[in-house]
């Protein structure tokens, strides 16, 4: 009997040791239980709230933004059928069911942007509860808000009316919203970014690559212009100029990131980071924007890498003849901007095709580059500055900054007199200061320029295909429902619908 | 401790061989001896067991089946043998000699099934439970132990869908899936339920193989029993007998030419690219302009990677049963070279058995068995651009795999006008360069302490570790690639991992069994505890300045991306109990239940309760059924039952950090974070309730056996990652949602045509398993795979696309039907408009898809026969599926219309103008990737194929000799083929079993099954081979 006991107490030995036996927590990462408690934890929470720009510049914010636009178009090659998420862009013939669509960049932009928009949130929800320094907390308060801001101005620029997640979600229950009225989307940007302004430290102040009190004041200025808002542009701008912590680099060649320096230089208010190398930290924008097929030798000639690697596909973001034909006479930006290279696999009689440059720089590996991509830049918060006091009529203060920039680009000051002629001025001076910058397609819609711009664009397309490099081909021709989709919103994308009940 | 152990069973070891050397030499011969002969049908049996009842004490009959031991009067001799019935004899005072008849068993109704947790006599069994000896898969030149089980198990559906030697079995039990968790069923070895690969345990190892398949018979394995469990228990001794076998085989191994993927060869190719421009007005480049100049040049990529290589098995096993002691031990080389280059796999291993009976009341046993397997394969299996044979078979055909020198290329290209969009390295050389090899070093140990206190009680106690060490080596030097489009010189890099597993589990079994009056009962109770873990240290590493030395230091840079390091751990406590009854051994009745909890579960949901419950009747035994001539036995039972699926991943249940998520400020690397997943408090294992009806029939003294069953399980709760909408800033959220009901019938019988001189028994089996998905999660009604749906209403992972309702006939036909906008043209494919909207399209849930076949089969069967005549025995073991379909992914690159890459003969008689329509398969070249890309890239009903199909797996043909020196007891040799012949319609390639983007391996394949990109071909294995007792 007496072993039987010696077993009974074995057996509930181990029932008693049991919770702790069963209870094993991941060793090689955390978990979210044990996660934002230290001031460390809130700077790696936002730093990772930075990361999906990197994906989000790499491709659909300019396929989104710059290619469905009159300044860059796409190159057919007519071994490639499997192009037409690009393509549609391109040509305006995004395919709509029901208000969504398959497009994959569409889908891309959304959930890119919204990735920041729930890290932002997974950092503003618990940080007043968590004590730590207080300018420290500012500052990554400040960045969270305004990274929040910032997709939800390209989210309403491209849906208009969408899911406004302002708190993390916590599991199946809240995933999805209903879709918010744009001006209630907009009226949360406005607060992000007020609420951010005094929080983030001025650009000396601040490490360089992360948001600033400038950067902040330009997004909320573009946000008032895109609404109209004047004389609120106007004043969230103005210091901006007065702070005297930006300006104009000496060319315009030189405004531009290269791989590995001129980051962040003296005329950047914001700008997408990337580094080269195998931390997964690169991009490969570059390589995207360019005609295909390219040979080895085409292609080391382009960036010099150590391994350069044939290129074939679908060419994309390539100039147009439009944005070609836009620079003035003299205009220095225009050879800072584009270059032209020979494509020998190119079918035809004509090998030459113009390429953007302005982002061009050699770098050591095959499609990985560190080229940081600007988004605000100190030009555009003269332009913007020169709309908003435009618009209220201080016409002669809007030359003046407009003179500014003209006049870094080699060119004369500006002719145009009165409201009308001056905001022609800064509307044409947009597209060229900032061309590739994705920038057009927004300027475009802001102003209801579709019919006036991309209608004319699309006939002219379909009239002389040979000029928008369609090849020399029996049967490569536009095809017959090109330009069939001028509407301002995109629609949502279908994937994200079919998990939505609100859309 | 385990060192001392190791070391006093080597010194035993030793011993028992000179003693058994000694002992075979000898002969018997003493005074008080009684001899005899041991004969059937006027044939003698040699090897049959002569034992004195109730002793250790035995003899063997020799090869004229004679035998002497010594006995007293009052002594039983029980003669047995293989095959045939036990028969025992006294011995009477002053009879010496006795000649003694076996007459053959035709029924294994006495047999002894290995069961969870203990054996039961078959007669008893009222699971569904199938069992396999080893000596029935003994000469099968194979790697793997799935492969031998091929065609012989009823509702056991294996498939071999790549012929990379040791991988690629996928094992289905009635039909078994989870939409991500694991379906592949428990391997429990000598009750250790283990956590490394099947896969390296040396098939000459198996005692026996029992598959339990309904919930009666899985239930006490809880939470990891759903798929079914395969219990493999290893060699033994046999009572009183000391045995040294060495089995012997070598052979090659070939890709049969019947059944390969017909591929244009350089001439047809040249003239189907000569086509392609004439058809589109286009000039014809200069390199095709007359096709005729490739007669005889052709380079066949996809040969050339092949070749005939040589497979070896050698094993030596000692087994004794004396004294106390039983001992075996297994010694096992296997050498397999693959059919395509520089594939290596090799095994060596060692199994020491031993069981020690201390005293009348404690036994003591431990099993140890280290292996070592050496694997090296190269990158032959994937997608284009990362499979070579893939690349392989869509590289054209003109380009030259040697030079004028005979010397492998380096690397082709055409120029751009020819169409040739891809730079492709040799892949001769890929295959040749690439290393890609896994080196793993497995330990497994049984050990048990048994204690029998009183009559019918007996406590167990066993302690068991498995370890396990692996090392992957990558290498990938600058002169090869797997990739298409690279340039050679390429970027050097390499992969090292190790992979270092241990798990260990104690269980105690207290087990009580008596017999009052016709009561026959046993309980069993007991308690478990098993932890694992798993270290994985991995290093990435590229950009060499020497391909000679790919080390990790020698490397430029270290990809952040592909190193790390990572644990793996759960553990699972749990308690079981089982209570079996029966009534003059016809009333059958058990019951039994697993609690299991496991660290995998959330922390609202830890423990999961697995019940079962199972009767039997067996009818032959009453009265009215007793000595009918014609039905020997009859039995019908029924079992219901709850068991669980836990593979659901380790830490599933955890919000996680992700704190790899960094970013660059100023060109800066700055370490940052993000919450990468939602935590699920209550996520919990797959739960299938499960019932089964059968019946066992035995007809003309059982010459005639059938076996039936009938089981339908519903599985809820499947783990699933439910996507979510992305404005979450997750992709999905892990939970139990969702059922699923599984069906089927199993069909069995086992057969004795004719006995005596020639003798013949059958056995075959038949399968139907069918399923239906009723529910998936609140407003989720369809998940997809790659080519696939799966929703609610329809049988799991259905084949999912556009349906081809042919190619646009001419002119009006396009202007009269559905298209799609800005691509549709004469010739090009026409799909159904399912939606009815008048356009095609394709993509979000509205779009105009549809099932369009099943990868599953309506049935599957296998039949084995075996003939023994004199001395030769043949056995020949068939198998086959019926009426699934195939998706020949591969199509798409090998039958892309714009010429790019090779084709596929059948493209020759494609569209080409409304007069000249071709076989309706392929459509018009004309108008380049924006009309012909919809025929590749839009899955549709084009790319499946039925894929039915019927495969002679093995014939083996032995001799056994008889006139043999006395050290030789016995002597067979044999000559075995596999997989000797497929029978089917697929043309898509050789291996109609393949599943390439589902093969079971890893989560997440079960929702794609039946892709077929091309695998690693199954070669045709001849050898001959030698099996001696010493």
Redesign the interface.
Known sequence: MK?YSI?LL??LM??TS?DD?????????????T?FKTEN?FV??V?????PL?AYYNGPAWLLGELHSDNTFYMR???????ENAENLADF?V?V??G?T?NTNVLGA??GL??I???A??VLAPIDAVNFNQDSKNNVKGQALFLRAFAYFHLVRYFGK??L?LT?????E????PLSEEAAVFDQIIKDLTDAIPLLPQKSAQ????VTQGAARTLLGDVFIYRKRWADAEQVLAPVVSSGQYSLMSSYAMAFPKN?TN??NAESVFEI???E?????QGNFLYQHLPY?L??AEVRSLFNTS????L?GQGNNIPTPDIIAAYEPGDLRKDASIMFITV??R?GPNKTTPIIKKFQDNHA?HNNH?VNWPVYRYAEVLLLLAEAQNEQGKTGEALGLLNQVRSRAGLAASTAAGQTQVREAIFKERRVELAFENKRWFDIIRTDRIQEIIVPYGQRIVANPLDYYFPP????VP????FTNLDKFYPYP????????FF | MNNHYLSKVKIRLVGFLLFMFCTSLLSFGQAQTVTGVVTSEGEPVPGALVLIKGTQKGTVTDIDGTFSIDATAGNVLVVSFVGYTTKEVPVVGGQTTYNISLSLSTSDLSEVVVVGYGSQIKKEVTGAIQSIGGAQLRDMPVSTIAQKLQGRLAGVQINQTTGQPGRGMQVRIRGQLSVSGGSEPLYVVDGFPITGDINSINPDEIDDISVLKDAASTSLYGSRAANGVVLITTKKGKAGQTNVNLNVFTGFQKVPMRGRLEMMNAEEFAQFKKEYYEDAGQTVPQVFSDPSIYRGQNNDWYDALLQTAPISSYNLTLTSNKERVNTSAVVGVFDQKGVVVNTDFKRFSLRLNTDYQLSDKVNIGVNVAPNYVFDNTPRSDGDRGTGIIFNALHTWPVMPIRDENGELTLFNRFPAETGNIFAYPNWVRSAQELTNETTRLNLLTTSYVEWKPIKNLSFRSTFNVELNNSRFFFSNPSTATSAINVAIPTVASSIRETNNNMSWLNENIATYRNTIGDHNFEMLAGFSNQRFRLDIYRVQSDTYADDRILTTQAAVNINRGGTFNNVQEWSLTSVFSRFTYSYKGKYLFTASARGDGSSRFGSNNRWGIFPSTSVGWVLSDEEFLKGNSTISFAKIRSSYGITGNNNIGNYTQYALVNNTVNVAFGNTLTPGAAVTSLDNPNLGWETTAQMDVGFDLGFLDDRISFGYDYFVKNTTNLLYAVQIPQESGFTNFNDNIGEIKFWGHEFQINAVPTTGAFRWTVNANLSFNRNRVLELADGIDRVYGSFHITQVGKPFAQFYGLKKLGNYANAEDLANSPKIPGRSTVGSIKLEDFNGDGVITFGGDRDDRQIIGNPFPDFTYGITNNFNWKNWDMSIVGSGSHGQDLYMRHLYSLANLDGVFNMVRKAKDRFRSPDNPGEGIFGTTVGGGNVTGIERDWPNSNFVWDASFFTIRNITLGYTFTKLPKAIRSARLYASAQNVLVFTNYWGGQNPEVSMQGNGQGDGGNLSPGVDLGPYPVPRTITFGANINF
């Open positions: 072993k077993l074995v057996l181990t029932f049991c036996f069963l209870t094993i927590v991941p060793e090689t990462q955390l978990s979210s239980a996660f934890d790696q929470a730093n990772g709230a930075y990361a990197r090659n007519v071994l490639f059928g499997a192009v013939s395919p069911s029901n969504t398959p959304w959930r919204y990735l928009i729930a890290r949130n997974q969408v899911p997640h993390p979600v916590p599991g199946r809240g995933a999805a919203l490490l360089p690559g992360r590995t980051k962040n980071q990337f580094r190398g195998p931390d997964g930290l097929p040979t080895v391994n350069p690697q044939p074939d020998s696999g079918p590996q560190g081909i029996p049967g490569a095809r017959n429902n090109v279908a994937a994200e619908s079919d998990l939505s009940p």
